[in-house]
């Protein structure tokens, strides 16, 4: 991820994450295993940051599709459209 100039100069300013930092605590957000402290950091980060929050909703609903694919053994059509429609808009 390239880095945001601006992520930067609000990080050195009030303290906030980076992306990169943001990107590594996404992980544990959707694997289930941030810490109350790391969540908070995270929340806080993509309330700022659109990008962030963006691929932070994809992940969630890829994951999300992944979960109920391996539940179901089967995905409604409208969410994976849904998707779909998400990674064009993204790309
Ligand atoms: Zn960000």
């Known amino acids: 991820m390239a880095t945001n100039p601006l992520g930067w100069i609000k990080q050195k300013l009030f303290g906030q994450i980076s992306c990169q930092r943001c990107s590594e605590l996404m992980q544990l957000m959707t694997?289930?295993?941030?810490?109350?402290?790391?969540?908070?950091?995270f929340?806080?980060?993509?309330?700022?940051?659109?990008?962030?929050?963006?691929?932070?909703q994809l992940d969630k609903s890829i994951k999300e599709m992944l979960?109920?694919?391996?539940?179901?053994?089967?995905?409604?059509?409208?969410?994976?459209?849904?998707?779909?429609k998400k990674i064009r808009d993204t790309a």
Do not use: F, M, W
């Open 31 to 41: 694997d289930g295993q941030a810490s109350a402290a790391e969540e908070k950091e």
């Open 67 to 84: 979960r109920t694919k391996l539940e179901k053994k089967q995905v409604p059509d409208d969410l994976i459209e849904s998707i779909r």
């Open 43 to 56: 929340n806080k980060h993509i309330y700022d940051c659109l990008p962030c929050y963006e691929t932070y």
